[in-house]
């Protein structure tokens, strides 16, 4: 199999330089960098907050990573240590190194990342992608996490051909002149297409070869795994990966499950002061 990478090295080159002045724009105040390795390649994290309190590891959506959660950083760091991920395989600065075949591999990965951040009972938050992850992480490893956070998760419904076109709509809204966007942004029900400094990293990554196995669907057995792990789905109402009502019917016996109203599967920035408020809430039912 494959593993994720640039096209070239002006490919990366140009991704890098994106980067990098986007993380000097967006990430608020102080922060550590951490590059640990795992078997899977080097993982970059920022770490920032108090040094006491339960952990928040924070794992991104596909195509994205830790810049996503600029507006979350600030506001989470008052109560608990903040760790944002850049998850191997996607576009960011870790390294992928050996492939990552299935949903065991993801979760042998985050496993790996935990450990070398010395974390044994972390809340994960998982957006997306990073969602599915946390998800697998639960199947594969779990006993490790004190709860989970998952906003709009994949892994809930196979992705039908509504949310493919909306992301197609929404990586050519995004190419549009900047007056344009916010009307656009209504029109494709995509409000992560007004994040300008990220938009501009997203177009820098076009040049990057992801190859990362696809969100499968839980079953109902893997599902009732989740019972007696503390765990908020945060769904938006309108989202185009799945129905919002059916994924919360098959998640209601396992865990709590909350629908959001007006927003979409851009939840993080259709309602980021709702997405804070029931991470710090459910971070709090397992304080340390």
């Not at 191997?88 to 993801?106: H, K, L």
Request: aromatic share 6%; hydrophobic share 40%; with cysteine.
């Amino acid at each position: 199999m494959r593993i994720s990478e640039f096209r070239n090295t002006k490919t990366e080159d140009r991704f890098r330089a994106a980067y990098e002045r986007a993380l000097a724009q967006l990430w608020p105040g102080h922060r550590t960098t951490l590059d640990l390795p795992t078997s899977f390649g080097t993982t970059r994290v920022y770490r920032t907050g108090p040094d006491r309190g339960r952990p928040l590891v924070l794992l991104p959506g596909s195509g994205g990573n830790a810049l996503m959660w600029h507006r979350y950083v600030a506001p989470l760091a008052e109560h608990h240590p903040v760790i944002a991920v850049d998850t191997v395989g996607e576009p960011g600065a870790s390294i992928q190194t050996a492939p990552v075949r299935d949903g065991r591999d993801g979760a042998a990965w985050l496993d790996e990342l935990l450990t070398a951040l010395g974390l044994s009972d972390p809340h994960l938050v998982g957006c997306s992608y990073g969602g599915w992850l946390a998800l697998q992480h639960r199947l594969h490893r779990p006993g490790r996490t004190a709860g989970l956070t998952l906003v709009d998760p994949a892994g809930l419904a196979d992705p039908g051909r509504r949310f493919y076109t909306w992301l197609i709509a929404g990586g050519l809204a995004a190419t549009a002149p900047r007056p344009l966007r916010p009307r656009l942004a209504r029109l494709v029900d995509n409000s992560t297409i007004l994040e300008t400094e990220l938009m501009t990293l997203v177009r820098a990554s076009l040049g990057f070869r992801r190859a990362l196995p696809p969100a499968t669907t839980l079953d109902e057995r893997e599902l009732a795994r989740l019972a007696g792990l503390p765990t908020l789905v945060l769904l938006g109402e309108r989202s185009a990966l799945h129905d919002a009502h059916r994924a919360a019917a098959r998640l209601a016996p396992h865990a709590r499950v909350e629908i959001v109203p007006g927003a979409g599967h851009a939840l993080p920035t259709d309602a980021p002061g709702l997405v804070v408020s029931r991470i710090l809430t459910s971070a709090a039912g397992q304080a340390a």
